[in-house]
């Protein structure tokens, strides 16, 4: 942890929300150092799976469905109204804050799904880019149905470009982006109901190495010009 100075205030708040989400998922903080610098939090999480029991990002095969946990955009959208780069109702702003500032880790839906699926990431760099991990670990490709991505309900008032930015692309979702055979999907709707959590078909893995948009009939999907779908870039 560096800290410009040693602020009581900010470091009760924070110590306070740093125990509360590890007791919450019973990982206790071992260990750790501070120094005076420009703010920075560094957390490294270790954890375990029974052997052979992991989800990876390289099982994905041609005729999987594509999944996609809650709605998508949200705390991108935030993030742009924060910066000025988009305008919303009043009251908007508010409500989006929760999925930017306290996203929730799905780490029960993971467990939950875990005998039922081929591949699994979450949803930290744009749906786009992280689907496109398990496209690449997997050698497959997609065809993905942008009209049945779920979206954050403020997304609709935007326009269409920057509708599909924040929906296909924001990023800071955390949501679980997972594949598995269509003979799975009463299993998977099971676990929905059982953990009350919105879980979306939005498009198959195909043959090949390419990722493909489509309406709901299949046929190509139009992206607006000048659309930006490359998501965060760790080092841009």
């Known amino acids: 942890l560096a800290l410009p100075k040693a602020d009581p205030d900010w470091l009760l708040a924070f110590s306070r929300g740093l125990s509360q989400i590890a007791a919450e998922f019973s990982c206790p903080l071992v260990g750790g150092d501070t120094t005076r610098g420009p703010l920075a939090i560094s957390i490294t999480i270790l954890g375990e799976v029974p052997a052979g029991a992991g989800v990876r990002r390289s099982g994905a095969r041609p005729g999987d469905d594509i999944w996609v946990s ?3 955009g949200g705390a991108a959208l935030a993030l742009r109204l924060l910066e000025g780069r988009a305008r919303a109702a009043p009251g ?3 409500a989006l804050l929760p999925a930017l500032l306290r996203p929730h880790p ?8 875990a005998p039922w699926v081929s591949a699994m990431i979450d949803l930290s760099d744009g749906l786009v880019g992280d689907l496109g991990h398990i496209l690449e670990r997997s050698s497959v490709g997609a065809a993905l149905d942008v009209e049945h991505v779920p979206g954050a309900q403020a997304l609709i008032e935007l326009e269409p470009r920057m509708r599909l930015e924040c929906l296909l692309a ?3 979702d955390y949501e679980l982006c997972f594949t598995a055979l269509p003979g799975r999907r009463p299993a998977i709707e099971e676990v929905a109901d059982r953990l009350d959590v919105r879980l979306s078909r939005i498009g198959s893995i195909e043959p090949g190495g390419t990722l493909r948009f489509a309406d709901r009939q299949g046929q190509p999907y139009r992206l ?4 930006d779908l490359t998501g965060f870039d760790h080092f841009g």
Do not use: H, K, T
Request: with cysteine.
């Open 170 to 172: 924001g990023g800071d």
């Open 92 to 94: 908007v702003l508010e």
């Open 224 to 227: 607006p010009d000048g659309l």
């Open 70 to 72: 809650g709605c998508l």
């Open 106 to 113: 799905r780490v029960a839906l993971g467990l939950a799904l």
